[in-house]
């Protein structure tokens, strides 16, 4: 049995491998390519069933991917469009399960208020990756990228906790707010101290032991783990420890990682991504014949009736919480509207477009008991797997495929006062270039192989001042291959001290940091080899 299941998922992966492949040809993102082609896999006859466990999602598949996506996000425009974050992570995740909670409890016979939050809890978050990979590359202000990752991060805690109450109250029959809200309280802030606290036992142990870039990988593997488990045992939020501990730790990365950890991890989870995003977009697919077992075709078709109306309720509402929260707060507050420039109609309409729903919201549908405690059939358990479907289905395809479209009509340009990726990365290649050449200029002697070295930079930074003015390209930077090593060692490091002088100034973008830190540590592993 055990070699069957791994076939299985090696043919999954290969599958998705092939479809990935075929992604950039037909101009549709991976995660709506995989979902169709899992729905193609699923209709051939004699393919096994696949059902997704809804523990497999959430213990082995959301720790990894929320961690990466963490890592990756910059702490500092996390926290410079907080209140934009949370106003949908957790306003818009509530505002939505209220209104789907009392639109199914009037739509659909036999439905009651606690089952329509607990279908409201399942749809409102919309998923972390998807919203992401179909934005890829394309010319969106960076506003509305860090809202929409920032936002990925955290909704998968509220929309959880909804669901957790709504659970809970459809099982024992009964809800106490005052309860319930102390209950949130406790999730949100012990996931947070949880993941705070593991992450800097985490930065402790990457400082203090002697270890090598292959356990430090490790370690950075098993974080994740760690935190969520530890959190969960703990009546905690699992997915607040780990975004929690994730940013904290990709903060302070460039203090606890060396150059040969940093370019091993970096590459180890762009594959181990890889791998768990093909799978869970592949099996949404794949999941098709286990959800609609045992419904009639007239209950099908009424579920899935009810699903295309809740699909364009939670687009429409998604529409009309994001608009009032982009204006008021700049209406009540006049510091806000000194220092953010307004978002107009467009970006607000872009974000209300970008809301597709994932593999979350499934999973958490699928881990619904088939039975009550009493033994009773969970009521309406396969019509709210179906909505849920649906929604998925109609939000992740039908909003995805056509946002291309509708970022090329918006013609959304940056909102904020915001320098250009490849004009920061020149002005940043200048300062390191400049730190070496002072550097040189302040020894007290200078051989001619130093000579050639300072020569060498003078005419990079030349070179790297020009392409400024044109706003070209530039070269990589690099050390003239007559140097010796100690001498390359020594300039690296200097670039490295400007380098976080830069962090620390917090001039340039995380993006355009972590670029650089990259190249150094390319350079710095060539020079070694």
């Not at 040809?25 to 096994?48: D, N, S």
């Not at 969106?140 to 669901?163: H, M, Q, Y």
């Not at 999973?363 to 179906?386: C, D, K, M, Y």
């Not at 930079?457 to 020009?466: G, V």
Request: neutral net charge.
């Amino acid at each position: 049995m055990l070699h069957h299941d791994l076939l299985l998922v090696i043919g999954l992966l290969f599958a998705a491998s092939l479809l990935t492949l075929l992604g950039p040809k037909l101009r549709i993102a991976q995660p709506i390519l995989l979902v169709l082609g899992g729905l193609a896999i699923a209709m051939v006859p004699g393919v096994p069933h696949v059902k997704l466990e809804p523990e497999l999602v959430f213990l082995v598949f959301l720790p990894p991917l929320l961690y990466e996506a963490a890592w990756f996000t910059s702490w500092r425009a996390f926290w410079k469009w907080k209140r934009s974050i949370l106003l949908l992570a957790f306003g818009l995740v509530f505002f939505t399960s209220l209104v789907v909670a009392f639109f199914t409890s009037w739509l659909i016979p036999g439905f009651t208020l606690a089952l329509g939050f607990l279908l409201g809890g399942i749809i409102s978050p919309p998923d972390a990756v998807a919203a992401t990979s179909v934005l890829k590359g394309m010319p969106i202000s960076k506003r509305a990228t860090t809202i929409l990752e920032g936002e990925s991060l955290v909704n998968d805690a509220s929309s959880l906790i909804v669901f957790r109450f709504a659970l809970a109250a459809v099982v024992s029959g009964q809800f106490v707010a005052a309860e319930a809200l102390e209950q949130f309280t406790v999730l949100v802030l012990g996931g947070i101290v949880v993941g705070l606290v593991i992450a800097h036992a985490v930065y402790f142990l990457h400082r203090a032991l002697p270890t090598t870039p292959s356990i430090d990988t490790a370690m950075t593997l098993m974080s994740p783990y760690i935190m969520y488990i530890a959190a969960e045992e703990l009546a905690c939020s699992g997915v607040m420890s780990v975004v929690t501990g994730g940013l904290f730790l990709s903060f302070r990365s460039h203090a606890f990682l060396d150059y040969r950890a940093r370019v091993q991890a970096t590459q180890v989870w762009h594959t181990v991504s890889f791998m768990l995003n093909a799978l869970v977009f592949i099996l949404i697919g794949l999941d098709l014949p286990v959800i609609v077992e045992g419904l009639s075709a007239k209950a099908l078709g009424e579920a899935i009736g009810y699903g295309l109306l809740v699909s364009l309720l939670v687009i429409a509402v998604r529409f009309l919480w994001m608009y009032p929260a982009a204006h008021i707060p700049r209406w009540l507050f006049p510091s806000i509207r000194r220092n953010e420039q307004s978002p107009g109609w467009r970006g607000p309409t872009l974000l209300s477009w970008a809301g597709m729903r994932g593999v979350v919201s499934l999973a958490a549908a699928l881990s619904i008991p088939v039975a009550l405690p009493n033994g009773e059939a969970f009521p309406h358990r396969e019509t709210i797997l179906v909505i849920t479907f649906t929604v998925i289905l109609v939000t992740l395809v039908g909003q995805g495929l056509s946002l291309p479209w509708v970022v090329r009509k918006l013609n959304i340009g940056e909102l904020d006062a915001h320098t250009p990726h490849a004009e920061q990365e020149l002005e940043l290649r200048i300062r390191m270039v400049r730190s070496v050449v002072g550097h040189i200029a302040s020894l007290p002697e200078r051989d001619a192989r130093l000579e050639r070295v300072h020569q060498h930079f003078m005419s990079l930074e030349q070179n790297y001042l020009k392409a400024l003015e044109e706003l070209r390209d530039a070269e990589q930077v690099a050390m003239p291959e007559d140097g010796n090593r100690e001498l390359q060692r020594v300039l690296i490091d200097v670039q490295r001290r400007s380098l976080a002088d830069a962090r620390r100034e917090q001039a340039f973008d995380a993006e355009v940091l972590r670029k650089m830190e990259g190249q150094l540590d390319l350079e710095e592993m060539r020079m070694n080899n």
